[in-house]
């Protein structure tokens, strides 16, 4: 009788291993709600050690008796009644947004009001510091002027006119870059998906110019292999047959090919990473459904010009080396022709030489030949003499010894060669077969 297993059985036995992992992903990058008149305040740091970070949370999850960070989560928030912390653990960085109550003052540090010392403490390089100031439309507060303004500050009628968003994008005295936000009552979670939005714009934005410095720094170099290189294959086309060393310009050449290959390891991470976080910032620009306020440029404008240029000049600089990786390659494959031709002319010449020596050795053979018909010819005839003389000295022999020795002489040269070509064609033929 077969046995059913029970549907709780058969659903716990059906589990992914990793659809636990897959799920929390899934829900890793959402848009908590945002109460008017709040700050929310960003930190994102740059190789940091997630174990320092968890028990770092953990400490302070103490202070106020909260559920510290499990060891496996990537992501947790801490609640009170005056903040909410988020923590979130990506690929490359970390991310700490703290929501807290606005104030009139301008905060002691960009986490105010959780402890300082415990800030300073966040492990990493802090790369992105960044504050959402969300106020209500009718608060009172100044508002830019595009007269004032000119061209330093960014501005967007945003979700269709429920809410107004501008920054300088340049850090404030304090450290943190600053984003002022004024809305005609947007709810919670729209507000919530707003501030989300322009942080991650910040965010991906800086990670993306990552890349900048390094194109830079790369940028002699590219150009230093792209001349040694060019110097290469001048010489290549200009030397004479005679002159050519394949070897030393095979060895500049493998010299070049590795310096190649440890700069493409250098950046090809970053300016592919860069590559992704552009695209990030251009989606959440997209997200925005931004209009245009009279006088002042949109987000997607004031960022996309200035973040552009230095993306290209990244793709230019990736570009480069792989048509450097290219021309090296074809390089390399022109040399390689070189000396298997120069290989070819060897054998040949050598296979000329060959020919010409066997060609030596056959004509001594046959010089050695008739030297053998000659030596065996003259002792064959001499014992036929010496044959010849006895019997003539017991009278058998009816002629004279030396004419029958005469007469005997041609038979038997006639036999040795004979006797020769068949020994030699029975040794061609064994050979052959």
């Not at 190649?260 to 250098?266: S, V």
């Not at 990244?314 to 074809?330: D, K, P, W, Y």
Request: include cysteine; charged fraction near 30%.
């Amino acid at each position: 009788m077969t046995t059913i297993p029970s549907a709780a059985a058969a659903s716990a036995a059906s589990y992914h291993p990793d659809r636990g992992a897959v799920l929390a992903e899934a829900q890793a990058r959402h848009a908590p709600p945002v109460p008017a008149n709040r700050d929310v305040a960003l930190i994102a740091s740059v190789g940091g050690s997630q174990t320092v970070e968890r028990a770092l949370l953990a400490e302070l999850a103490a202070m106020h008796r909260l559920q510290p960070p499990g060891a496996e989560q990537r992501q947790a928030t801490l609640d009170t009644a005056d903040w909410s912390l988020s923590w979130e653990r990506h690929t490359e960085f970390s991310r700490y947004s703290l929501v807290r109550r606005a104030s009139a003052a301008r905060p002691e540090h960009v986490f105010d009001p959780l402890p300082k010392e415990w800030a300073d403490r966040l492990p990493g390089q802090w790369l992105v510091l960044a504050l959402v100031r969300c106020r209500p439309a009718g608060d009172g507060s100044d508002r830019p002027t595009p007269d004032a303004s000119g061209d330093s500050v960014a501005m967007s009628n945003i979700n269709d006119g429920m809410a107004i968003a501008w920054s300088g994008f340049r850090a404030e005295p304090t450290g943190e870059v600053l984003f002022e936000v004024r809305d005609e009552g947007l709810p919670d979670p729209r507000r919530g998906r707003l501030v989300r939005r322009l942080l991650d714009i910040e965010t991906y934005r800086l990670m993306a110019l990552l890349a900048f410095p390094v194109a830079r720094r790369a940028w002699p170099k590219i150009d230093a292999i792209d001349r040694e290189l060019g110097a290469l294959l001048d010489n290549l086309s200009r030397q004479r047959e005679e002159e050519r060393d394949d070897e030393a310009s095979l060895t500049d050449l493998t010299k070049l090919a590795g310096e190649l290959e440890t700069l493409r390891a250098e950046v090809a991470y970053r300016f592919g990473a860069a590559r992704a976080y552009y695209a990030l910032v251009r989606q959440r620009l997209e997200d925005l459904r931004e209009a245009r306020e009279d006088g002042f440029q949109r987000f997607g404008p004031y960022l996309l010009r200035r973040l552009a240029p230095a993306m290209d000049t990244c793709e230019t600089a990736n570009r480069r080396i792989e048509e450097l990786g290219e021309r090296v390659s074809r390089a390399g494959d022109l040399l390689r022709t070189r000396v298997d031709i120069a290989l070819e002319k060897q054998n040949r010449s050598l296979l000329q030489s060959m020919d010409r020596r066997a060609t030596m050795q056959l004509r001594l053979q046959q010089a050695v030949e008739g030297l053998s018909v000659v030596a065996i010819s003259y002792y064959l005839t001499g014992l036929v003499r010496y044959l010849l003389e006895a019997l003539d000295s017991v009278g058998v022999l009816p002629v004279d010894p030396k004419i029958a020795t005469g007469f005997v002489m041609p038979v038997l040269i006639v036999l040795i060669v004979v006797g020769l070509r068949r020994i030699r064609k029975a040794l061609d033929d064994r050979l052959d077969g």
